[in-house]
C-alpha cells in the first residue's frame, strides 16, 4: 500500500468499532463451519475482546485523531501525526521501526528484507517502580494476515481481525502464533506451500524485534489535516 486514504482511514475506523460492538462470542453465522474448525475462531474474539481500559483508552484517542484527519497522506506521515497527537494527549508514544530478513530454506544465499513502521505507547501504573507496559499500535493490521486464496475457514478468520490494533505484546504473540498457524493450514488445503514469510518468526519480528528503532518524529508534520 503506497498511501492511505481518507476513506481507508474512515473504514478502519468503523471495522474496528463493528468488532468492538458486536454481540457476544458466537461462532460465525456466514459459514457452515464444524466444530473443530470454530475453536480458533472463538479463541481469536476471546483474545481480541480481553481488552483493558489502558488500551481502551489509547483507542478511543486514536480513533478520534484518525477521524479528524481531513485528507490522505502517505503512510509513515500519517503514523508520525497520529504519534504527535498522542504525545499531545499525554501518552508516552513512539514510532518504532524494524528490520526482517527473510531466508529461503532451499537456498541461503537468496533472502530479502523488509521494513516496517508501528506505533508504541509505553504505560506506566501510578507505582512508577513498575516495569512500564508496552502497548503495539498498528493502523492496518488486518492486511497483514490476509491471503490471496482463502480457504473458508480462514477467511472468518481474518475477518474477525480489526484494522486497527491496539494491544500488549502478549497479545499481539497470541494472535500472530493463531493466525500462522490456521494460514499454514488454509495453505496446506489450497496445495500450496508456506512461504517463510508467513512463518510466525517472520510475523512477529515486525513487531517484536528486540531490534526496533525509535524513530525522530517532528513537532510539526504537515498532512494538511485539521489541526
Not at 505507547?121 to 482463502?150: G, Y
Not at 499481539?172 to 512463518?199: D, E, F, N, T
Amino acid at each position: 500500500m503506497d498511501s492511505i486514504t481518507e476513506e481507508e482511514l474512515l473504514q478502519m475506523v468503523r471495522d474496528f468499532i463493528e468488532s468492538e460492538s458486536a454481540s457476544p462470542i458466537s461462532a460465525p453465522s456466514s459459514k457452515a463451519l464444524s466444530h473443530n474448525d470454530q475453536l480458533p475462531y472463538l479463541a481469536l474474539q476471546e483474545i481480541l475482546r480481553s481488552a483493558s481500559e489502558t488500551e481502551a483508552g489509547v483507542l478511543e484517542k486514536l480513533l478520534m485523531h484518525v477521524r479528524e484527519m481531513g485528507i490522505a497522506g502517505e503512510p509513515s506521515s500519517v503514523k508520525k501525526w497520529l504519534v504527535r497527537r498522542l504525545k499531545m494527549d499525554g501518552y508516552e508514544a513512539s514510532l518504532c521501526k524494524t528490520s526482517s530478513v527473510c531466508t529461503f530454506s532451499r537456498t541461503k544465499d537468496l533472502q530479502f528484507s523488509g521494513d516496517y513502521e508501528y506505533i508504541d505507547v509505553m504505560v506506566r501504573d501510578s507505582n512508577d517502580d513498575q516495569k512500564p507496559t508496552r502497548l503495539i499500535v498498528d493502523i492496518d493490521f488486518r492486511s497483514h494476515f490476509e491471503l490471496a486464496r482463502p480457504t473458508a475457514t480462514y477467511k472468518e478468520l481474518t475477518n474477525t481481525i480489526p484494522s486497527v490494533f491496539v494491544g500488549t505484546e502478549e497479545k499481539l504473540k497470541k494472535i500472530i502464533s493463531l493466525l500462522c498457524s490456521a494460514a499454514g493450514q488454509s495453505l496446506k488445503q489450497r496445495g500450496l506451500h508456506i512461504p517463510p514469510w508467513r512463518k510466525a518468526s517472520y510475523m512477529q519480528s515486525k513487531w517484536l524485534s528486540e531490534d526496533y528503532k525509535k524513530v525522530n518524529v517532528s513537532p510539526n508534520i504537515d498532512l494538511g489535516v485539521g489541526e
